[in-house]
């Protein structure tokens, strides 16, 4: 039985569909929502706009942060075991870190289907939290 599944947010399609997957085939499990503050994103808002300050580091990421959340659990009904977190970094290392400290169960992750190039470039977050993570891990892609 599976009774805590984490679900990493960032307010694409591919996680909202993981989302919905999570509450249907988890509908007893505490759901964790996740969102991964990028300090890459201050760090080049900084240099691009003077007055940027070093106090406002995470002041932007962690208001798209709260309020990605805030969306994610519009879309579960009101009944629905529901718990938010915000942390920072990699998004990948921070998933895998999050699995490995909390007593989480199994993750539902969003993929956004990027081939070829793409996702030589960019990377998949969710192809490095399937190789990494030590509790089973459930990839969603979104309708198409």
């Known amino acids: 039985m599976t009774a805590h599944v984490l679900v ?24 964790t929502l996740l969102y991964v503050m990028d300090p890459m994103a201050d ?11 070093d106090d ?3 002041t932007n990421e962690r208001e798209k942060g709260e309020l ?11 009944d629905a075991s529901i718990e938010t977190t915000l942390e920072s970094g990699d998004p990948a290392d921070a998933i895998v870190r999050y699995t490995d400290d909390g007593d989480v169960d199994h993750v539902v992750i969003g993929s956004h289907g990027r081939k070829s190039v793409a996702r030589f ?4 977050v ?11 891990v459930t ?3 979104p309708d198409e």
């Open 121 to 124: 470039l960019l990377g998949s």
């Open 43 to 53: 760090y080049s808002r900084r240099r691009s706009f003077p007055g940027y300050r």
């Open 126 to 136: 969710a192809e490095a939290v399937v190789r990494r993570s030590v509790v089973p």
């Open 68 to 78: 990605v959340l805030e969306n994610a659990i519009e879309r579960l009904p009101d």
């Open 139 to 141: 990839v969603v892609r």
């Open 8 to 31: 990493p947010v960032d307010g694409s399609a591919a996680a909202d569909t993981a989302l919905e997957y999570a509450h249907e085939q988890f509908p007893n499990a505490g759901l």
């Open 56 to 58: 406002d580091e995470f």
